[in-house]
């Protein structure tokens, strides 16, 4: 049987905040990656354009990537181990925290060939 989707109970915003951080994780040039811890830290945060975010490839509305700027969401994902800083500071995502299966990143699953 699979692990548990969002074993740590994160909340909705907790979770579309965390699972954008995964994607900006992966994107081309979006991060740099510590080999031996397995963090990773995000070169910059999307900023909003109109009514929209730009995360990695995909296109995502302001509404949905509201955690993104906000502080008291990325200290409950620091609290949780996920994150060992966040805005308004550098984002570094730990390697618990890009393993993490929110739930939701089949929203966000890289199309193959």
Avoid at 28 to 34: I, K, N, R
Avoid at 49 to 67: I, L, P
């Amino acid at each position: 049987m699979p692990p548990k989707a969002n074993p740590l109970k994160l909340n909705a915003l907790q979770c579309r905040t965390l699972v954008l951080a995964q994607v900006l994780a992966r994107a081309d040039g979006g991060a740099l990656s510590d080999p031996v811890s397995g963090d990773v830290t995000l070169i910059t945060l999307p900023s909003a354009h109109g009514d929209h975010f730009h995360v990695g490839r995909f296109v995502v509305s302001a509404k949905e990537a509201s955690g993104l700027r906000n502080p008291s969401v990325w200290t409950v994902l620091a609290r949780k181990g996920l994150v060992r800083q966040g805005f308004p500071g550098p984002v570094v995502l730990t390697a618990d925290g890009v393993a993490y299966d929110t739930g939701m990143g089949a929203r966000f699953a890289e199309e193959e060939g």
